[in-house]
């Protein structure tokens, strides 16, 4: 089963930046489209960004568009997201997967990683 690891997330001041990793474990990563999710209590599981195989289309939601860059390198198996900007409402559990997400029986969610921002 592929095996998700987020990694990266921490405490940052409002404003300011941060760069999360997800390494994608069982040699499939590079054909698929993938994305970064991000849900704080209470709420959903939202679509935060997705970057296509070759890397050359990207989606972003508007509430990070201009802020957010997601990136991946397929020899490392690794989606990255960079934080610019962030502000106290970008506080979640981010989690990487699928756009659309794989079945959880292929591939269930990570641990995510926390990113809290300070006011």
């Known amino acids: 089963q592929v095996q998700l690891v987020e990694s990266g997330g921490g405490l940052v001041q409002s404003g300011g930046s941060l760069r999360i990793s997800c390494e994608v474990v069982?040699?499939?990563?590079?054909?698929?489209?993938v994305g970064w999710y991000r849900q704080s209590p209470g709420k959903q599981r939202e679509l935060v960004a997705s970057?296509?195989?070759?890397?050359?289309?990207?989606h972003y939601a508007d509430f990070v568009k201009g802020r957010f860059t997601i990136s991946r390198d397929n020899r490392q198996s690794t989606l990255y997201l960079h934080m610019n900007d962030v502000k106290p409402e970008d506080t979640a559990a981010y989690y990487c997967?699928?756009?659309?997400?794989?079945?959880?029986?292929?591939?269930?969610w990570g641990q995510g990683t926390q990113v809290t921002v300070s006011p």
């Open positions: 997967n699928a756009d659309p997400p794989w079945d959880p029986h292929f591939a269930t």
């Open positions: 970057i296509n195989s070759n890397g050359n289309k990207i």
């Open positions: 069982g040699n499939i990563f590079s054909v698929y489209t």
